[in-house]
């Protein structure tokens, strides 16, 4: 935990990113490297009847660690999917509440 899913990038994109930027986010978040579960969702975008190519878009599943960190979380993935020459990328978070979440059965609260 984080989980990061990434959508309007490719597998192999990511994959390139891949080392640099969790060890970028390990740092921010003061955490283990394997912490962090990346994914990358390959789907049809579509717009005016036709396919097209995704927008890239990184939603961020995590427990809230504050501004600083989630500015610089938001910091690292910007930079990463840039520096693949994408020209913009959107980052979104979605919060986990500690009583709604789950490990084999235990809550987190």
């Given at each position: 935990?984080p ?7 490719t597998?192999?994109q990511?994959?390139?990113i891949s080392?640099?930027l ?7 978040c003061?955490?283990?490297r394997?912490?962090f579960t990346l994914?990358c969702?390959?789907h049809a975008a ?8 995704a927008?890239?878009f ?5 427990f ?5 960190v989630?500015?610089?979380v ?6 990463h999917v840039?520096g693949?020459?994408?020209?913009e ?6 919060t986990y509440?500690?009583?709604?979440y ?8």
């Amino acid at each position: 935990m984080p989980r990061l899913t990434f959508r309007g990038i490719t597998v192999e994109q990511l994959c390139a990113i891949s080392e640099s930027l969790v060890d970028r986010l390990a740092v921010v978040c003061s955490c283990d490297r394997d912490n962090f579960t990346l994914e990358c969702i390959q789907h049809a975008a579509v717009f005016g009847g036709k396919q097209v190519e995704a927008y890239p878009f990184v939603e961020v599943a995590w427990f809230e660690r504050g501004d600083e960190v989630r500015d610089g979380v938001a910091g690292a993935i910007t930079d990463h999917v840039l520096g693949l020459g994408i020209p913009e990328v959107e980052v979104a978070f979605t919060t986990y509440a500690k009583e709604a979440y789950y490990s084999n059965g235990t809550s987190f609260k």
